[in-house]
């Protein structure tokens, strides 16, 4: 007798998301051209359902219908089924998310989309009950009500679907029509829409009904708008907002890593899914943060989720996972979740009311919910409870949590989404390499360069063309506009980690490969390459969502490659990403926090730095610190190992000639391509840097 009842053809595939449902007994085919030809030869309306493998409400209705033999019998009767993994293929998911928003239903996962066998969008949703609740039909009168329109009253199937799809041909890509260069006021009301929004008692912000997302974007801009005018408010949200993120739910207290969202406006309850982007963000927010207020709080946490990913999300090649599940053992929350008196016994009873006290574990446990310890008292208030100092309490807490951790480890883990993004990555190899910059960290180095070398080594196809994903030995998919400029801004990080030249070429490299890919003389950057798949549209995005746009990361990464001194072109399309999509930054900035990011940088006019001297030397090391530990939003810095650097010299023109001036290890300042006269000491440098 076979282990499975039904095998589908996702069985080939090697997204955990798919062959999550290669077994259902709906008949679902992967996205491709055998699923449209069957829904032209059969004269059936396509189901497209998107989501992916960590996705709550994606095992929910996996489990209530795709699992039911009635169901799947009418749908694949009716239907032609298609599963598509939201992570491989984002521009798939993009247009049917923008069709769904164009049928006026707020967006999320799983999206089901019914289309025409000419792949037009009609009408679709996110999560279907089995039966009617929450103000929804259920998953089997949808389908019947189709099927009566489909057979009875056709046209008006084929009138939506091509008014849906003239809507989304029209929004797919921003005009640049010739708008003015935008300035301060964009930041100005981008930082007064934050604090209309802001939560003073709870940090974050109630932008989303019900949920709070981690804002770690958002935070960056801030962080910008404070270094440039002084307002305190706008620091003061970025310290309230990550202090409670870091002692709330919404963060893993034991294992360390930050969850996907908050189910509430405290931080306290979370969806426990972890996904490797928010993490990679919320890092780089914690590095800038320590580096304007030089709490050490900030490089604890750093350090705490850069602990996770080494621990939990790295390969045994170095290169990091997606995600983790929220469920284990079919349920949310399950692995995280304590009662009072199995810390007691596993701690012993002093120890343990200490860390029931920390992190508020009750008689009904974490939470009446299944949630993660969080902490209602201040360190003080808590050491003061019990008559110790902070440094006695934390001693004792390391070990409790090093306890709680290995018991924990016993336990069925969540599912762990083991393929390997591109983009993803890159976000990820940037927060290693920036905190390897920052807190001078030689393993945190080391962990970048493994995860871009197997980036390189590993997601390119044989003629170099970059991939998107890789999973247990197979690299496919073009990779998307994001993949390249997110990749080449982590590669100046390692550069500006390392000085490595090799860094430096590779963004440059794949910079040159964006032009060629993606580039849209009349606007944005395409978000797919001229090699890509023919959709029904070609999308050019901006919006910041969970991780930066495609375009904000060119704009970023081409403003720093021209500030290192290459072709005036990369500004000048820096200027045009930045154009066309005015209006979006003028009227809801909040959404483009990194495009904002990259719009201070420009119009910061950023001053270019050289170091010339020898690694190792006190003079030399000094003046790297000054410009690798302080916060200085607005710069590019190469370094120039004294008259031994002819590749750094070849490559960056900004380096060009910059030798020790009386063998002293020497700082060069520019702006505009114009140099102030060389200094040596850490307070002339610090002077034209400020």
């Known amino acids: 007798m076979p282990e499975h009842s039904f095998t589908n053809k996702l069985i080939n595939e090697k997204s955990p998301y798919l062959l999550q449902h290669a077994h259902n007994p709906v008949n679902w085919y992967p996205w491709g051209q055998e699923a449209f030809e069957k829904a032209k030869s059969e004269d059936k309306l396509l189901l497209v359902s998107i989501g992916y493998a960590t996705c709550h409400w994606c095992h929910v209705m996996e489990r209530e219908s795709f699992e039911d033999p009635e169901l799947a019998l009418y749908l694949n009767k009716h239907f032609v089924p298609v599963k598509v993994d939201r992570e491989e293929r984002p521009d798939v998911d993009k247009i049917h998310m923008d069709a769904l928003h164009a049928l006026g239903q707020q967006g999320g996962w799983p999206l089901n989309m019914f289309l025409t066998p000419e792949g037009k969008p009609v009408t679709g949703g996110t999560y279907f009950p089995p039966k009617p609740m929450y103000g929804r039909k259920s998953f089997r009168e949808l389908l019947e009500n189709l099927v009566f329109i489909w057979e009875n009253e056709r046209e008006k199937i084929y009138s939506t679907a091509d008014e849906i799809t003239s809507h989304l041909q029209q929004q797919a890509v921003p005009s640049y029509n010739g708008l003015p260069e935008l300035n301060w006021e964009v930041e100005e009301k981008a930082v007064a829409q934050f604090q209309e929004s802001f939560d003073s008692r709870h940090?974050?912000?109630?932008?989303?009904?019900?949920?709070k997302?981690?804002?770690s974007m958002g935070l960056m801009h801030l962080l910008r708008h404070y270094d440039r005018t002084g307002n305190a408010m706008s620091l003061e949200m970025v310290e309230k907002t990550l202090q409670k993120m870091f002692a709330g739910g919404i963060y893993d207290q034991l294992g360390g890593g930050?969850?996907?969202?908050?189910?509430?406006?405290?931080?306290?309850v979370p969806h426990f899914e972890k996904m490797l982007y928010d993490n990679s963000l919320f890092i780089w927010a914690l590095i800038e943060t320590f580096q304007v207020t030089r709490n050490p709080l900030y490089e604890t946490a750093v350090r705490d989720v850069l602990t996770y990913v080494a621990r939990d999300m790295t390969s045994p090649q170095g290169a990091f996972f997606s995600a983790e599940d929220a469920d284990s053992e079919g349920v949310e929350g399950k692995f995280y979740l304590w009662s009072k008196a199995e810390v007691t016994e596993i701690l012993g009873a002093e120890t343990g009311k200490l860390a029931c006290a920390y992190w508020d574990i009750t008689e009904k446990g974490n939470f009446e919910s299944s949630n993660i310890p969080n902490r209602p008292m201040s360190d003080e208030e808590v050491a003061e409870l019990f008559n110790i100092t902070t440094e006695e309490m934390q001693v004792q807490l390391r070990s409790a949590r090093e306890k709680?951790?290995?018991?924990?480890?016993?336990?069925?883990?969540p599912l762990l989404d083991d393929k390997v993004l591109?983009?993803?990555?890159?976000?990820?190899?940037?927060?290693?390499?920036?905190?390897a910059r920052v807190f001078e960290d030689t393993d945190f180095e080391m962990r970048a360069v493994r995860a871009a070398d197997f980036i390189f080594e590993n997601l390119r196809d044989e003629s170099g063309r970059l991939l998107r994903r890789w999973r247990d030995g197979e690299a496919r998919y073009p990779a998307y506009l994001c993949d390249h400029a997110q990749l080449a801004t982590a590669c100046l990080d390692l550069y500006e980690t390392t000085y490595d030249p090799e860094w430096f070429r590779k963004a440059v490299e794949l910079s040159q490969e964006i032009n060629r890919l993606f580039r849209n003389d009349d606007g944005p950057y395409y978000?797919?390459?001229?090699?890509?798949?023919?959709l029904l549209t070609?999308?050019?995005?901006?919006?910041?969502?969970?991780?930066?746009?495609?375009?904000s990361s060119v704009t970023n990464a081409f403003l720093r490659l021209r500030s290192y001194g290459l072709s005036p072109e990369f500004y000048s399309d820096a200027q045009r990403i930045l154009r066309s999509f005015a209006p979006h930054l003028e009227q809801v900035g909040v959404s483009f926090s990194a495009m904002l990011g990259a719009l201070h940088f420009s119009l910061s006019e950023p001053k270019e730095i050289v170091i010339s001297g020898r690694r190792g030397d006190p003079e030399t090391e000094?003046?790297?610190k000054e410009v690798r530990s302080e916060f200085h939003p607005n710069i590019v810095v190469a370094f120039v190992e004294n008259g031994e650097s002819p590749e750094t010299e070849k490559i960056i023109p900004l380096a060009s000639g910059r030798v020790m001036v009386n063998e002293r290890a020497t700082a060069y300042v520019c702006q505009n391509q114009t140099c102030q006269l060389p200094v040596h000491s850490i307070k002339e440098l610090r002077k034209l840097l400020n």
Not at 422 to 435: C, D, G, Q, V, Y
Request: proline share 6%; no cysteine.
């Open 258 to 268: 930050l969850s996907r969202y908050s189910t509430d406006y405290e931080w306290l």
């Open 213 to 215: 997302f981690p804002p």
């Open 622 to 624: 000094a003046l790297l």
């Open 404 to 413: 709680l951790l290995a018991v924990r480890s016993q336990r069925i883990r």
């Open 422 to 435: 591109t983009s993803w990555n890159a976000l990820m190899i940037s927060a290693f390499a920036r905190a």
């Open 203 to 211: 940090g974050g912000f109630n932008q989303q009904p019900q949920n």
């Open 538 to 551: 070609r999308n050019a995005e901006g919006y910041d969502g969970v991780e930066p746009s495609g375009n």
């Open 527 to 534: 978000d797919t390459g001229i090699d890509g798949e023919t």
